[in-house]
């Protein structure tokens, strides 16, 4: 089994910036994608942003240019910068990790849930 805990969320002015972390522990080994979701009230779950091991990335549209993804595999953690804020990344984000990077992306599927944290961008 893999933990994932996540820090670093909470509330901030449009425009603004935030950081995202997440600290994996327990079966480390058997993660190759760390990847960050969110959803909003009454929307459907959606993934931001993902990185491999190897350093792949990928970065929904909405979010592409504003939010970058890294990631230390010695620290077991990742980090999701995020500048540039508007109200509609208002949401829940959650790290999520699994095995497989590609089947991930391809599936939509992860192995692995954080318990989320609280992203509120202010108008």
């Known amino acids: 089994q893999v933990q994932l805990v996540e820090s670093g969320g909470g509330l901030v002015q449009a425009g603004g910036s935030l950081r995202l972390s997440c600290a994996a522990s327990?079966?480390?080994?058997?993660?190759?994608?760390m990847g960050w979701y969110r959803q909003a009230p009454g929307k459907e779950r959606e993934l931001v942003a993902a990185?491999?091991?190897?350093?792949?990335?990928f970065y929904a549209d909405s979010v592409k240019g504003r939010f970058t993804i890294s990631r230390d595999n010695a620290k077991n953690t990742q980090d999701l910068q995020m500048n540039s804020l508007k109200p509609e990344d208002t949401a829940m984000y959650y790290c999520?990790?699994?095995?497989?990077?590609?089947?991930?992306?391809?599936?939509?599927?992860?192995?692995?849930w954080g318990q989320g944290t609280q992203v509120t961008v202010s108008s």
């Open positions: 990185i491999s091991s190897g350093g792949s990335t």
């Open positions: 327990g079966s480390i080994f058997s993660i190759n994608v």
């Open positions: 999520a990790a699994s095995s497989d990077y590609a089947y991930a992306l391809a599936s939509n599927v992860f192995d692995y």
